[in-house]
């Protein structure tokens, strides 16, 4: 792996990121969109606090699974990536690449959502808005690593998009949004305990109820880290050197 490589072709994908105006929209406009459309369906404060904090974990997770996904794919059809492998280019410094940049466009995501959320529309929580950032970033990049994983077993970009409610809508119908999850049955709990995207709406919850970063928040967000680099494990298990 070399670090020229990898900030090269995260500098690659950051420039073609944002040629991409739609692709910029989707990331920066539509959280904000969605924000507002809850603040305006709740009338008390509370229940916009904590539904939009949790959302504030979701909506990177989902929307960066999605946009990186179809990205990879685009890079497996186009033939991109079967000639970058016959480079000096490794499968690290791809994925590594592709990691930084989308890490640091979740970053970017997270902040303005973030800040749109505290002093836009007056989300309130106990722990510091720093914490909520550091947690939708990690969701983000584990967004990422899943979709450079799922990439590989699509053909077309409807086919990408089809993992969406494979892989995103059951962990979020049971992450603890619409029912806690200590209330499910057996089987559900089980199922929620395995899915990352749980341990990401707990930490979130963790702040909003604490003003100081908790074991449990730590612990949590260890989990959703730990399940992006397993993510990118396998991710760097589907790429070679020749693509079909």
């Keep these: 792996m070399s670090p020229r490589i990898t900030m090269s072709t995260a500098s690659r994908v950051l420039r073609q990121l944002r040629h991409d105006r739609r692709t910029v929209g989707l990331m920066l406009v539509v959280p904000i969109l969605l924000l507002t459309l809850l603040y305006f369906m709740y009338d008390t404060g509370h229940t916009f606090d904590r539904v939009a904090l949790t959302m504030l974990g979701i909506f990177p997770f989902t929307i960066m699974f999605l946009v990186t996904s ?5 890079e497996r059809t186009s033939g991109t990536l079967e000639r970058l492998l016959t480079t000096p280019l490794g499968k690290l410094d791809l994925l590594f690449g592709y990691g930084i940049a989308f890490g640091f466009a979740a ?7 973030v800040a749109a959320a505290y ?3 007056g989300l309130e929580t106990v722990g510091h808005a720093a914490l909520v950032v550091l947690i939708a ?6 967004g990422v690593a899943l979709g450079l994983f799922c990439s590989a077993f699509a053909r077309t970009e409807f086919q990408a998009v089809q993992f969406l409610p494979v892989v995103v809508i059951p962990q979020l119908l049971l992450c603890g949004l619409f029912v806690p999850r200590e209330q499910m049955a057996g089987w559900l709990q089980a199922a929620s305990d395995v899915f990352p995207l749980s341990y990401a709406v707990d930490a979130l919850a ?5 003003p100081d970063p908790t074991g449990t928040m730590w612990w949590d967000l260890t ?3 730990g399940a992006a680099v397993l993510a990118l494990m396998l991710a760097a298990a589907t790429l070679r050197r020749r693509t079909a």
């Design 107 to 113: 970053a970017v995501q997270a902040t303005v959502a």
């Design 206 to 210: 963790q702040v909003g109820r604490s």
């Design 70 to 74: 179809i990205a990879m794919l685009r």
């Design 223 to 225: 989990v959703v880290a």
């Design 137 to 142: 970033v990690v969701d983000a990049v584990l």
């Design 119 to 121: 002093w836009l529309l």
